[in-house]
């Protein structure tokens, strides 16, 4: 009896030549050949060069667990070289196996490490998964290890930060944009530019960090705090240090690159930092209130982020607040609010063109139509089949043409049935009762006796997106 099967290849970089994706994918094939398991290009996944230790940091793996929960069912298997390649987590392992023999009925197999289907191989299986958990977790260890010693020793072992790049394992500067980190330093340091400003200017001369980003006011940040400009580096090998930067765990270590900058000019600026920090605290996050029900529905027409209501009554654009974008694109929040009522009034009385398309929750009122769907569904899964048994030579040529021609036949009968259904749908969603819907939405809107988080949520049901663009004063809208 043949079985539908997939495979999953993993190799991270640790991994040695025997467990290379060529030869993992050669020994899943002769497995799947010597016990009738069918194998197609389409179901094969492979991450390579992605550790084991988490699930969801890979895509092929999570896009296996996708396929595998579609329906038809697409694979009855899933071989893996060894258990570790499937998951080296304990945890991940019983989920996603457990998940897919309960949503979708498919088995995981390891080629090399045979488990019977008993009571035993419950144990046998977890001992197996325990024991690529330590493995993964020893293997961790011993990186950082390696790590912290590198970076109590000075030497280099992340990507080269602004101003700097490396040769041989060292920093070399980069003239250019060691002017740029010295003016930097030079006008957060002497007040006459905040990080703000700086970020602006350096978006303005057109430079880009080394990742290819414009500059944010976090950009300037790590610049500012960052002692490679006086010939230090710095590592913390605990956790990604983020935006702390007196982090505990945190080892600073002399290096033998030539600094940017002296060490008077980088006190001066860690002092103007603490005064900036005193004088502007963090706010404790809270909630943020609903200030106007265009919340998180407007775009910056120039940089594409999202304009948020303040307190003062205005839509600011969120890049031009982090020095990402110019101009500012403010406009106030009523005048916004006004802009979009009169283009959704506009929509409704001048019958602009609207394609009406039936939703899944509207055909999905029958039984029968939702059959017809799943049947079309059924009848392409059954034509890759016979496809594959024919490839294989399991069918003659007579009997896979005979085969095809049925299945085009029940498709045909199908389709037309669908189309019929498809039709008197429509006819019952006529645009006049869709510019009605609107109408009692724009009713809604302008009602000052309705509550705000009710407006919010109207217009969330009703507009995708909106863009605003000041330097032109258009409004584009885009409605669900």
């Known amino acids: 009896m043949y079985q539908n099967g997939a495979c999953y290849i993993r190799v991270s970089t640790d991994d040695q030549t025997e467990y290379s994706p060529d030869a993992q994918l050669r020994l899943l094939k002769n497995y799947a050949k010597a016990n009738n398991i069918i194998l197609t290009k389409d179901h094969v996944f492979i991450d390579e060069g992605i550790s084991g230790k988490r699930a969801d940091k890979r895509p092929a793996f999570m896009q296996m667990i996708a396929t595998a929960k579609t329906k038809p069912k697409p694979f009855d298997v899933i071989l893996v070289h060894k258990f570790d390649r499937f998951a080296r987590s304990r945890e991940d392992s019983v989920v996603y196996k457990s998940l897919l023999k309960r949503e979708a009925g498919v088995k995981v197999i390891s080629i090399t490490e045979s488990i019977e289907d008993d009571k035993f191989s419950v144990i046998l299986e977890a001992m197996l ?95 500012l705090n960052n002692p490679v400009y006086i010939g230090k580096l710095r590592w913390t090998p605990t956790e990604r240090a983020r935006r702390n930067y007196n982090h505990l765990d945190t080892i600073i270590s ?105 939703k899944t929750t509207e055909t999905a009122s029958t039984n029968e139509y939702d059959l017809l769907k799943e049947k079309l569904k059924k009848l392409d899964f059954r034509e890759e089949r016979i496809k594959l048994a024919f490839q294989d030579g399991i069918d003659t040529a007579e009997e896979y043409k005979a085969n095809k021609t049925a299945i085009a036949d029940e498709r045909q009968a199908t389709l037309s049935k669908l189309e019929q259904m498809k039709n008197s749908i429509v006819k019952r969603n006529t645009d006049d009762s869709i510019y009605k819907r609107m109408e009692s939405v724009y009713h809604l809107l302008t009602d000052s006796t309705v509550e705000m988080a009710v407006k919010f949520k109207t217009a969330n049901f009703l507009i995708h997106k909106a863009t605003f663009t000041k330097q032109n004063s258009t409004l584009e809208i885009e409605y669900k």
């Not at 930097?184 to 400003?197: K, L, V, Y």
């Open 129 to 223: 998964e325990a024991m690529a958990e330590y493995y993964s977790l020893n293997l961790a260890e011993e990186v950082k290890k390696g790590m912290t010693e590198k970076a109590s020793r000075g030497e280099l072992q992340s990507t080269p930060s602004f101003g700097y790049k490396a040769e041989s394992g060292k920093l070399v500067i980069i003239p250019e944009e060691a002017r740029l980190v010295k003016f930097i330093f030079e006008q957060f340091a002497s007040g006459e530019m905040g990080m703000r400003r700086l970020a602006s200017y350096m978006n303005d001369i057109g430079v880009k960090s080394h990742r290819g980003n414009v500059f944010e006011n976090r950009s300037i940040e790590y610049i």
């Open 254 to 358: 002399d290096s033998t690159h030539e600094p940017i900058i002296d060490i008077e000019l980088w006190e001066r600026t860690q002092k103007a930092l603490k005064q900036t920090k005193e004088l502007y605290k963090p706010r404790t996050k809270t909630e943020a209130p609903i200030r106007s029900w265009l919340k998180g529905l407007i775009r910056c027409g120039n940089c594409g982020m999202l304009l948020t209501a303040t307190k003062n009554g205005y839509f600011q654009c969120n890049g031009y607040s982090r020095g990402a974008c110019n101009p500012s694109s403010s406009i106030s929040i009523g005048k916004l609010e006004n802009a979009v009522l009169d283009e959704l009034k506009a929509t409704f009385e001048e019958s602009l063109e609207i394609h009406v398309v039936p």
